[in-house]
């Protein structure tokens, strides 16, 4: 069995915890290193890990070893997706790209921009809306502020539709398929953008997790 709590990256082992007998126990200060590490990695020196996303950190990074414990007690169900929004440049597209390489299953999630599954569906139609509603492991980054989908004259709510798909391949997989996103956006501009048909879904679909409205400009 592989050690979930060892990461390797280059020549170096991070240990992010310990096994106890079968079980995995995360440090979670462990963690935040190795996130800082990895970030610099990924996103540049410039990244760092800010006290003041502590709090929400913790529980991403619960999510993504579902901590039973944790979970339970953060009302996070590790059988839906995430739905993390913030203001522009809080980093919510950085901490979803760093944080699925603590996923113990090393399943990645790809991060795809919203607008380009609208333009997708404006150059080839509903086909996008199959290939992204029905399949993949995905994290949809920036959902609401893409454009309008128009193919052929006929005006269609892209995300909208996406994200309904999902929804049925969510509720006929018991938790299996899910589903990722990012947004800007709040409740009733999400409601206003998609409808209250999608917005209802996607409060089955995802666990909402917030930065501060106060968050600055991370850029």
Do not use: W
Request: charged content about 30%.
């Amino acid at each position: 069995m592989e050690n979930p709590c060892k990461l390797i990256e280059g020549d170096t082992v991070y240990e992010i915890g310990t096994m106890q007998g079968r079980k995995a126990v995360y440090d979670f200060e462990k963690m935040l290193a190795y996130l800082e590490v990895k970030g610099k990695m990924l996103l540049g020196s410039h990244f760092k890990i800010y006290e003041e996303d502590r709090p929400l950190l913790f529980k991403l990074c619960n999510y993504f070893i579902a901590d039973p414990k944790n979970c339970q007690e953060m009302h996070i169900d590790p059988k839906k997706g995430l739905l993390l929004t913030g203001p522009v440049g809080c980093g919510k597209t950085s901490l979803m790209k760093l944080l699925r390489h603590l996923d113990p299953q090393r399943r990645f999630y790809e991060m795809i921009p919203c607008r380009n599954v609208s333009f997708g569906f404006n150059h080839i139609g509903y086909k996008t809306i199959e290939d992204y509603g029905n399949s993949g492991y995905y994290c949809f980054d920036d959902l609401g502020v893409e454009l309008p989908g128009r193919f052929y004259g006929k005006d269609c709510n892209v995300m909208g539709e996406v994200l309904l798909s999902r929804y049925e391949r969510h509720n006929l997989s018991k938790g299996t398929f899910k589903t990722h996103a990012t947004t800007n956006l709040n409740a009733e501009e999400l409601e206003s953008r998609y409808g209250i048909r999608v917005r209802s879904r996607m409060k089955e679909m995802f666990n909402l997790i917030a930065f501060q409205k106060h968050t600055g400009d991370k850029r």
